[in-house]
């Protein structure tokens, strides 16, 4: 079977789902994490996330160096219905290796990805908190449903394009193509957002079982740091690298960011620093109304209709702290 056709039949799969907005006001990356977020960036928006990482990999048992630098390019876009996203990633790698005995210089396109994400739930779709018209404090008090997360899916294919002179000693020679797959989660606890992945990759010939969990904390409207940690775990490779960084707005569609991270093994003993910019081009992007045709009122509707006013006041009375009757 054609690695494509699970993505083809994945995509047809969404076609019996009804949208709902995802679109936020200002632009909202991946970057300068590793973990993708449950919500997709909107229908007809596009955009675009680049970064350069710089490496360093020592292996104390192999007794191996490498460093150099990555750039990764991944193009986002939202098609069909605001839950559905596709995504385009690639990456090109230069390239210093040294062993005893042994020194080579390589550069080139590393891997190419083709997926899509999808949202399968929200928390929050269809839910109204009612408002509590006589107490502030109820109003405020804490909420359970800020522990159900957003849950999204993805599907894709891997395109590896690396020569020979990337791989380690002991690793075998990737295939060619390769399916991945992943769940995604996603909560809101006020200010903190938290990410959660389970990635299933490189299937069916060398699976790999891997996690990434990140935290990210906005501190006032442009500026947000994040924490992570991303979990390598198959027959090859198990690892922990921990990562944390910082992301500036520069304005409502452009973001800058940079991070910083490392594991605690030495087989090998890995460190990367990386900055980067986040695009989000949305011109095309219209919110959807639904025009429902204006009714004659009855004198209990119009009675209800000041009800509602009457309330709405009080409410908002309460919310500013003022006394009501």
Not at 39 to 58: C, H
Not at 87 to 115: C, H, R, T, W
Not at 277 to 303: A, H, M, Q
């Amino acid at each position: 079977m054609s690695p494509f056709k699970p993505l083809f039949i994945f995509t047809a799969l969404l076609t019996s789902s009804l949208g709902f907005s995802q679109f936020t006001d200002v632009i909202n990356s991946n970057r300068p994490g590793e973990s993708q977020a449950a919500f997709s960036v909107g229908r007809t928006v596009i955009q675009a996330e680049f970064g350069v990482t710089g490496i360093r990999e020592d292996h104390f048992v192999d007794n191996y160096e490498a460093k150099g630098f990555n750039y990764d390019l991944a193009v986002r876009y939202g098609a069909f219905f605001e839950q559905l996203e596709f995504m385009l990633g690639a990456q090109y790698s230069y390239e210093d290796y040294s062993e005893p005995g042994v020194y080579i210089k390589d550069q080139g396109f590393k891997k190419i990805n083709l997926g899509a994400k999808f949202l399968v739930y929200d928390p929050y779709k269809n839910y109204e908190e009612k408002k509590n018209l006589y107490s502030w404090k109820a109003n405020h008090k804490f909420s359970w449903r800020q522990f159900i997360p957003a849950v999204g899916v993805y599907a894709g294919v891997n395109v590896d394009l690396a020569t020979t002179k990337f791989l380690r000693p002991g690793y075998p020679k990737p295939q060619n193509t390769s399916l991945k797959g992943m769940i995604l989660t996603q909560n809101q606890f006020g200010k903190f957002v938290l990410v959660g992945n389970i990635i299933m990759d490189q299937f069916p010939k060398y699976p790999s079982i891997d996690y990434v969990v990140t935290l990210t904390r906005g501190f006032n409207q442009y500026w947000s740091g994040f924490i992570e940690i991303q979990g390598f775990n198959n027959d090859y490779y198990k690892d922990n690298i921990f990562r944390g960084g910082a992301a500036y707005l520069i304005a409502q569609n452009i973001q800058v960011d940079a991070a910083l991270g490392t594991n605690v093994k030495n087989t090998p003993t890995l460190q990367n620093a990386t900055v980067g910019l986040s695009w989000r081009f949305d011109e095309n992007y219209n919110d959807v109304y639904l025009r429902i045709p204006k009714e004659k009122k009855s004198k209990e509707d119009k009675k209800k209709d000041k009800k509602k006013e009457k309330d709405k006041k009080r409410l908002d009375a309460i919310e500013n702290g003022e006394k009501t009757k």
